[in-house]
């Protein structure tokens, strides 16, 4: 009769079995991080859209129009504050 004996598992062998694990954990995380790169890489950019002062102010009014039944005081300051924008920041 024939016995196949194992050896003993030494911290060495154990730190190696494990490695193998803990490189196939790195490559899936670096594969993450190359496509996030690649993603944020295509991804166009835009330009922010330029309002003039005039249009802004004209924003803040329809605000103020909305709110004049409810809260006549508040659409009153909507209103000033338009003006004040407009008269600081217009051509």
Sequence with gaps: MTSTTLPKQTPRTKALAGSGYSLHAL?????QVL???KAAVKRPVRAPEVSSAAEEANKVRRLADSYMKSDPR???????AANRHEAIHGT
């Design 74 to 80: 508040f659409a009153e300051e909507l209103y000033a």
């Design 27 to 31: 490559s899936v995380a670096l594969h």
């Design 35 to 37: 496509a996030a790169l």
